[in-house]
């Protein structure tokens, strides 16, 4: 009976410890996400007791370091859905039908092959494709649209679209094949082609997974850096033009990070301020996803 008494004891001690242990990896994941708010945010309150913050989301014109000075966003962030939305136009059809044919129709073998080189290909550095972007896009888009500029949104937007396809096919792949065999034997059963089982049944019954793809996919879009800090240009002018050189929000903290950017001025504030609305868009982006999965949340 002693030794049992032990046992137990023992068994009990060690399960304290890990739970212990748990919970502070838990609290420094929590500490870490208080502390980078704090950062942003406090910063943005001295930035925005400085500029007013009516000029800083309707002004359209962005010139921080330069005399006379303005603090409208609008051109980062017209620059930055630029890229997002024509990076999801490439990425998001091209992942979902590539996530249908590895769901649905490729062999084992083939899936066996196919999926492991989409991975190596989310695995390419970002800086990589900013210079397959300005190297090899750029010059494309310029033989049949002469008016291209060498840096310009849309080969930003191809390059950053080309690297969030693996995101968008794995992630909704996945969210395909936990769906249960037997409703894909049953619309078989029913009478239905591939075709009708994978756009009728697979695909609506995976829809909260593959919408949460899309959003996360769109969101790491929205936060690209380096692509666009190299193809996308510097140029913080408001267009919709996406053969114009352009600049986003990510491209500018880039580039003024790297200036000779005194500590505690208006233009190192700025960073903050631009960090701090990026934070926003995918913070809202990322409840949009878990919105989407709980409206669409089937269990089986």
């Given at each position: 009976m002693k030794n049992e008494q032990k046992r137990k004891d023992r068994g009990r001690i060690g399960e304290f410890t890990i739970e212990t242990i748990l919970r502070f990896f838990a609290g420094i994941s929590i500490l870490t996400t208080i502390a980078i708010v704090w950062t942003l945010f406090?910063?943005?309150?001295?930035?925005?007791?400085?500029?007013?913050?009516?000029?800083?989301?309707?002004?359209?014109?962005?010139?921080?370091?330069?005399?006379?000075?303005?603090?409208?966003?609008?051109?980062?962030?017209?620059?930055?859905?630029?890229?997002a939305i024509g990076a999801s136009i490439i990425a998001l059809p091209f992942g979902l039908g590539s996530a249908i044919y590895l769901s649905e129709y490729a062999p084992k073998r083939v899936r066996k092959i196919i999926k492991p080189l989409l991975e190596i290909l989310a695995g390419i550095p970002s800086i990589v494709y900013g210079f397959f972007a300005l190297t090899f896009i750029t010059p494309i888009l310029q033989k049949f649209l002469p008016q291209t500029q060498?840096?310009?949104?849309?080969?930003?937007?191809?390059?950053?679209?080309?690297?969030?396809?693996?995101?968008?096919?794995?992630?909704?792949?996945?969210?395909?094949?936990?769906?249960?065999?037997?409703?894909?034997?049953?619309a078989y059963a029913l009478?239905?082609?591939?075709?009708?089982?994978?756009?009728?049944?697979?695909?609506?019954?995976?829809?909260?997974?593959?919408?949460?793809?899309?959003?996360?996919?769109?969101?790491?879009?929205?936060g690209e850096t380096m692509i666009v800090a190299i193809a996308a240009g510097q140029s913080p002018v408001l267009t919709f033009n996406p053969?114009?050189?352009?600049?986003?929000?990510?491209?500018?903290?880039?580039?003024?990070?790297?200036?000779d950017i005194q500590h505690g001025t208006i233009e190192y504030k700025t960073v903050f301020a631009v960090g701090a609305m990026l934070f926003v868009i995918t913070f809202v982006m990322n409840i949009i996803a878990k919105m989407i999965v709980n409206r669409y949340r089937e269990e089986y």
């Open positions: 406090s910063e943005t309150i001295i930035f925005f007791k400085e500029v007013s913050i009516t000029e800083f989301f309707t002004g359209t014109k962005w010139t921080p370091t330069l005399e006379p000075r303005h603090f409208g966003i609008l051109p980062l962030f017209v620059g930055t859905m630029m890229i060498v840096f310009n949104a849309a080969s930003a937007s191809i390059a950053v679209g080309i690297m969030i396809i693996p995101m968008v096919a794995s992630l909704s792949e996945d969210a395909m094949m936990a769906i249960p065999d037997s409703i894909r034997q049953g009478g239905s082609t591939k075709f009708e089982v994978a756009t009728k049944v697979i695909v609506p019954a995976a829809l909260s997974g593959i919408g949460s793809a899309f959003v996360l996919a769109v969101s790491r879009a929205i053969l114009k050189s352009i600049q986003t929000m990510t491209g500018f903290m880039v580039n003024i990070s790297l200036g």
